[in-house]
């Protein structure tokens, strides 16, 4: 158990929907960041917040967008969902806010669109 | 363009032997990082080992080592003493500074004979 817990563990929807995707990070990581896995792209950085703050942005659509509140939990928005959305997203933590800090992933969502 | 690239799709090992595990990048940064992350059939993400572009010394964690060749553009990963838990799939992935941008390679799946 990495300690970096999401919910929910799978969701299935349909296209043109909208969904939240939310990671707990660590105790004391100030750090999250978010993936997405899927068959068709591979592996994709999508967004890195730090201590509340955007750090820096990947491969992440104009459709998605992300937080990471006050208590360091973030949430991942996904909206105008589409076929192609569908895919395994990780969120993973690290306690300092630079690419050479360690990162724990969570378990990831399972997203379903059809 | 940056690019990162695994050309071995699938590799077998003996248990108890040791496993290089290809990965080339391609990029213009003189800051950067490289990673290798391990993903078991069970599909959790986990980070095994990070180098430094400025790092002189190549990177140990345990039984894996980066083996880094700055010039030829290699960060191979090399696992010692090969387990049957080590059988899964291993990403290579490279980050530009501040995380601004992020690559996987498409993987490598291991498998461990007994």
């Known amino acids: 158990d990495s300690g970096v817990t999401q919910t929910p563990k799978h969701l299935i929807t349909a296209t043109g929907q909208r969904v939240t995707l939310r990671c707990s990070p660590r105790?004391?990581?100030?750090?999250v960041y978010w993936y997405q896995q899927s068959l068709d792209q591979g592996l994709q950085f999508l967004i890195h917040?730090?201590?509340?703050?955007?750090?820096a942005k990947g491969n992440i659509l104009e459709r998605f967008s992300a937080q990471q509140f006050p208590d360091l939990h973030s949430e991942l928005n996904l909206s105008s969902l589409e076929l192609g959305d569908s895919a395994l997203y990780f969120c993973?933590?690290?306690?300092?806010?630079?690419?050479?800090?360690?990162?724990?992933f969570g378990p990831g969502t399972r997203l379903t669109v059809t | 363009a940056q690019k990162i690239t695994q050309t071995q799709p699938g590799m077998f090992v003996q248990e108890k032997e040791a496993v290089t595990l290809d990965c080339t990048y391609d990029?213009?940064?003189?800051?950067?990082?490289l990673f290798w992350y391990k993903q078991p059939s069970s599909g959790e993400m986990i980070f095994l080992i990070y180098?430094?572009?400025?790092?002189?010394q190549n990177a140990t964690e345990g039984r894996y080592s980066l083996n880094f060749q700055k010039a030829r553009k290699s960060a191979n990963l090399v696992i010692s003493a090969s387990q049957l838990g080590d059988s899964a799939m291993y990403f290579c992935?490279?980050?530009?500074?501040?995380?601004?941008?992020?690559?996987f390679g498409s993987g490598t799946k291991l498998n461990v004979k007994p």
């Open positions: 993973a933590s690290s306690v300092g806010g630079t690419w050479n800090y360690e990162q724990y």
């Open positions: 105790s004391g990581d100030l750090s």
């Open positions: 917040y730090y201590n509340g703050e955007e750090r």
């Open positions: 990029t213009s940064d003189q800051s950067y990082g």
């Open positions: 180098q430094g572009s400025y790092d002189e």
């Open positions: 992935a490279m980050s530009g500074y501040n995380f601004n941008k992020f690559y």
